[in-house]
């Protein structure tokens, strides 16, 4: 499926969000074996899958690119500490806005447009209507800060993190639809400190190994990995500064509507060493996809139920599923016949 954005739709209030066939069928399903295991499961970011592949380009673009570009605009409107770039981190910003826009120009000509001489450049993004000429490097030449600016136009959150005495540190981002985490909170964070309230993987060491492996990734060399959880209803923004507007949701769960409230929600995450600054550009590309969808092919609806049955009670908890966990496992155990 090429892209193909389709009219807004909303993450909130009245929750128009839903996902055309193509999109259930590009849907980067989270789960490769029938039980749970928890694992760093990192793979080089090369493309996989063929063509219209959640997989297939270095920035995935698809038809919720206008619904996502509102609701963070939306996000920012109100909370505008969502975005946030520490001094140093500057030429780290320009260096996100030129793997970026490379990327897409390549990727995506049909839609976005760059065009440089030296290092006067000229960025168009058809899709939103934009046009600006700026001096690359010169943040006055921009009608905003450039993590913003980029981060505006881009389908998930970003992070930027600095790398310093064996260390990676959270010191810049753009964070409008997080799985229930503060960019604001874990701001200046070490890769440790803002991974401590993940159970299970400190004492097997996993936070450890994938440190040492994350500081030796070389320019050119992108790797991958997806996590997952889940939400109710198609809400992008679960931040712990707007708990109040969804945290009572988790109790409207029915074995009724737990097909259409409840959604798996995976993260494409990408961690990108930048060339100038040596700092890591780390993406967190979310998707939502309801049960209801899940459960429309048949290999993964069975695959689900059988994770779910298995997972580990402290990730149930730390998921924030332990209302409606057994619910989910007796809708799906109805797709699962023969387990």
């Not at 960025?123 to 001096?135: A, C, G, P, Q, R």
């Not at 600095?162 to 229930?180: K, M, N, S, V, Y």
């Amino acid at each position: 499926m090429r892209v193909a954005p389709k009219e807004i739709q909303t993450f909130r209030d009245d929750f128009t969000y839903t996902n055309s066939p193509e999109a259930i069928q590009r849907f980067p399903f989270p789960f490769p074996e029938d039980d749970y295991r928890y694992s760093v499961n990192m793979e080089p970011h090369t493309p996989k899958g063929g063509e219209g592949s959640a997989y297939e380009k270095f920035l995935d673009i698809d038809e919720h690119y206008l619904s996502e570009m509102k609701e963070r605009s939306l996000v920012l409107k109100d909370m505008p500490h969502r975005c946030l770039a520490m001094e140093h981190m500057d030429l780290a910003c320009w260096d996100m806005i030129e793997r970026c826009m490379v990327s897409l120009a390549e990727d995506y000509p049909e839609h976005f447009v760059l065009e440089c001489d030296g290092d006067n450049w000229t960025w168009e993004n058809k899709l939103l209507d934009i046009k600006d000429t700026f001096v690359f490097g010169d943040s006055s030449t921009l009608p905003m800060p450039p993590m913003e600016y980029m981060g505006r136009q881009l389908q998930g959150d970003f992070a930027l993190l600095d790398q310093r005495e064996g260390d990676l540190f959270l010191d810049a981002g753009i964070i409008t639809c997080p799985a229930d985490w503060s960019l604001a909170f874990d701001a200046g964070m070490s890769f440790s400190e803002w991974h401590g309230p993940v159970p299970m993987a400190h004492s097997e060491g996993i936070f450890e190994r994938a440190l040492k492996y994350l500081t030796a990734i070389q320019v050119g060399k992108p790797v991958r990995r997806l996590n997952w959880t889940m939400t109710i209803n198609a809400r992008m923004d679960t931040s712990p500064e707007t708990y109040h507007e969804w945290g009572h949701e988790r109790t409207s769960v029915t074995p009724e509507n737990v097909g259409e409230k409840v959604y798996l929600r995976v993260e494409l995450q990408v961690l990108d060493r930048m060339p100038r600054s040596n700092a890591m550009m780390f993406s967190i590309r979310t998707y939502l996809m309801s049960l209801e969808d899940i459960v429309s092919n048949p290999e993964w609806a069975k695959r689900m139920h059988r994770v779910m049955k298995t997972l580990p009670a402290p990730l149930i908890d730390y998921k924030g599923l332990t209302r409606y966990h057994g619910m989910v496992v007796d809708y799906l155990s109805q797709f699962d016949k023969a387990n």
